[in-house]
């Protein structure tokens, strides 16, 4: 079980504890549901050191990228950060990621942390370009700094102007006292603040400074538990659960990152999927009477047909309803397409809802 530089601050802090990726991690502190509205009105922080980031130099990086992910990387500026996926030679996902774009032949893909091994060992296998790889995830750390109040609160540390970052978009500069520090305005809540890359020797501090100047805006720590529900209320994929070696980046939605324009991995079975039509689709639900959906649970037609599965599910926090999201036929993908989530033998009604879940 690895620590993060801030293992030892959480269990200070009370932080119940849960091995996750490898990692021994805080799961909550308060509670979910305390955390969960910390976030969506406030500023709260999450240690997600165990993400994996990996850089990439020389003059065939972009190349390299082009060839192993899904998205357009020659889109990419100087600042500027673009989700993708690594899809395999079967049609499924090796993992989503971010790229950014530091410069010219220097890039940084920031990857899953249950699979920094697996993307590492695939990229490495397509790297015949002579791309120098360099896996620095045991060497830094990374705070996610989110919620509506986070660049107001976060302001005094930086000299970058935090409020008007625009999305996806990122800088390096001086952060707490700190130099080279990566600011970006990314994050997996969708309410808003930043994801901050630091060396693990500067933990600590950082950590510290930043709940000093967030003091005033009411900051707290957050666990995973929260940014599980979190991300779910917004329909972003979790690997693992709705995304995995198995499912198209077509059949999850995430045509928008499947980009035909070029050739990458597998590219030529995606596009005819494209054009043929895919026979299943990940699509988002709301229970309409009382439940909660869980990871696994069945989804079942109006027969009692297993229909699919539940790939993410929760009570949200926000709507104060069941919501998940789960594989169904296409012919059930609709919005208001009626569902039902077997839970403990009981078959309860669900819609199927556009995504957003949580609207602001």
Known sequence: MKNTALTNIHESLGAKMVPFAGYNMPVQYEGVNIEHETVRNGVGVFDVSHMGEFMLKGENALALIQKVTSNDASKLVDGKAQYSCLPNNDGGIVDDLIVYKIADNHYMLVVNASNIEKDWN?????????????????????????GPKAAEAMQ?????DLANMPYYSFQIGEFAGKNDVIVSATGYTGSGGFEIYFKNEDAATIWSRVFEAGAAFGIKPIGLAARDTLRLEM?????????NDTTSPLEAGLGWITKFDKEFTNSANLKKQKEEGVTRKLVAFELTERGIPRHDYEIVDADGNVIGIVTSGTQSPSLNKGIGLGYVPTAFSTVDSDIFIRIRKNDIPAKVVKLPFYKK
């Open 122 to 146: 695939w990229i490495s296998s397509h790297n015949d370009l002579g791309v120098e790889m360099e896996n620095l995830s045991d060497a830094y750390s990374l705070l996610a700094i989110q």
């Open 235 to 243: 329909g972003f994929c979790l690997y693992g659960n709705d995304i």
């Open 156 to 160: 005094s540390l930086t000299s970058i």
